[in-house]
């Protein structure tokens, strides 16, 4: 099946930093979701991408597809304290997603 | 208020022991799933149902069993559970297949001694 590398698996930030997460991928995705996971918690879903290139904003995260469909990023602008997860990539273009392990935001106020 | 129940949260069991954890939604979802989360692996998805009397293997179906005889409900059985089954479980269910948005349950958190 597909795979996904995501990066990288930890990452620690000053509150007010900004923080990225890639995913990247050896084939050509289809689409692209993105899930959070809060500590002690279940994943929720943030987004999904589907068109080449696209970028996506909510807030102070945007979410961009690569030109070629290959890689996708989460960036965060101006980290919060409220932003403390594991963020997480998915390959959703089967019936077998499957998801990248995860970057781990830890913020420090 | 849609959601994804599973009980129960939290589970110790010795091995071999079956036991079963019952994953309930309210969204007339056709689409449902079990994964487990193991530190540093991800989720990975063990089996999935695309329908009523429809299951197919995920990527970790070993040592699990799952039956969907309605379509709220997705249960995940262990015959005979074994240490490296201790494990959190995640059912999600979502509208149709896989690309689409998915629900979550809270999870269950298996230890088997």
């Known amino acids: 099946g597909q795979q996904v590398m995501q990066i990288p698996q930890y990452q620690h930030v000053q509150e007010g930093e900004d923080f990225t997460t890639y995913c990247n991928s050896s084939?050509?995705?289809?689409?692209i979701q993105w899930y959070k996971q809060r500590p002690g918690g279940h994943p929720v879903f943030l987004i999904q991408?589907?068109?080449?290139?696209e970028v996506k904003k909510q807030k102070r995260l945007t979410f961009q597809f690569g030109e070629a469909k290959k890689n996708s990023s989460l960036h965060i602008t101006a980290t919060q304290t409220t932003d403390v997860g594991t963020y997480f990539c998915a390959l959703a273009g089967s019936y077998i997603p499957t998801f990248g392990r995860g970057t781990s935001l830890i913020v420090h106020p | 208020e849609a959601q994804v129940t599973q009980n129960p949260r939290y589970l110790i069991t010795v091995t071999g022991k079956k036991l079963t954890v019952t994953c309930s939604q309210n969204?007339?979802?056709?689409?449902m799933s079990w994964y487990r989360q193991d530190p540093g692996l991800g989720l990975r998805q063990i089996y999935y149902?695309?329908?009523?009397?429809?299951?197919d293997k995920g990527d970790v179906p070993e040592g699990y069993k799952v039956s969907r005889k309605e379509k709220r409900n997705f249960p995940l059985i262990l015959e005979s559970p074994s240490p490296n089954q201790t494990s959190l479980y995640f059912c999600?269910?979502?509208?149709?297949?896989?690309?689409?948005?998915?629900?979550f349950g809270q999870g269950t958190r298996l230890t088997v001694v």
């Open positions: 084939t050509t995705l289809s689409n």
């Open positions: 991408l589907v068109k080449s290139g």
């Open positions: 969204m007339n979802h056709e689409y």
């Open positions: 149902s695309m329908n009523v009397e429809v299951t």
């Open positions: 999600a269910s979502s509208l149709f297949r896989a690309d689409t948005e998915a629900f």
